[in-house]
């Protein structure tokens, strides 16, 4: 159900910003500056698609700040503004998490090909080159697709393109997409594959730099 909130003060650009993303995520007609994102049916994953959203209009977030801070006032306080459509740019050595420490340990035969897949249908036909000029902002925005693995270590580069991105047509697309999956090289930083046939999009990625909550945010 939805429900309407009296506001408590007018709010500034930025809240209203905030507010209306907390708003469209958890389905209310209205959030006021006070409101508490938990308060209201929020929850850890709803938490990183605000943040995401937030990150799209310019106001840095962590999901840490959601937490410590979850009214919209509080959040406020804690945004860096970096600008619309900004990338990080990440670079340099970074430790590896838990999960990848894990899989490493396992010492698999082929580490490149531990994928996850996820299909898209666009409901029209693709531009070729938009596709593959979103994709390298995909790249360029979310560090974890520049990521590198050598010797169970990893680093994030600025690289130049190492997307695979192909064109199918229906007949050869299951041969295009297994394509696409074994062209994946974690040391080569080539960690993100796609293939497009007619309206239909496969993207491709190793489950080291991406889970289902990703997706989610990376399909978006």
């Given at each position: 159900?939805?429900?309407t ?30 409101d ?10 709803t ?20 937490f ?45 090909h ?81 293939v497009?046939c ?23």
């Amino acid at each position: 159900p939805t429900t309407t909130t009296t506001p408590t003060r007018p709010p500034t650009a930025l809240e209203a910003d905030l507010a209306g993303i907390i708003a469209d995520l958890l389905g209310r007609d209205a959030v006021d500056v006070d409101d508490d994102f938990f308060a209201l049916g929020g929850d850890s994953i709803t938490a990183i698609h605000l943040v995401s959203r937030a990150g799209r209009l310019g106001h840095s977030l962590s999901a840490r700040d959601v937490f410590e801070a979850p009214t919209v006032a509080g959040l406020a306080a804690r945004v860096t503004d970096i600008g619309p459509g900004t990338a990080m740019a990440a670079q340099g050595p970074v430790p590896l998490t838990p999960i990848q420490s894990w899989f490493f340990g396992l010492d698999i035969a082929q580490p490149d090909h531990w994928n996850q897949s996820v299909s898209i249908e666009a409901g029209e036909e693709l531009d070729p080159q938009r596709i593959e000029q979103a994709l390298q902002r995909l790249v360029e925005r979310h560090d974890a697709l520049r990521l590198r693995f050598r010797g169970h270590e990893q680093s994030l580069q600025q690289i130049g393109p190492v997307i695979v991105c192909a064109a199918a047509t229906p007949e050869d697309l299951d041969a295009a997409v297994a394509a696409a999956q074994a062209s994946l090289d974690l040391a080569a930083g080539r960690v993100l594959a796609a293939v497009y046939c007619d309206d239909g999009l496969v993207l491709i990625a190793p489950h080291l730099v991406v889970d289902a909550i990703s997706w989610g945010i990376v399909v978006e």
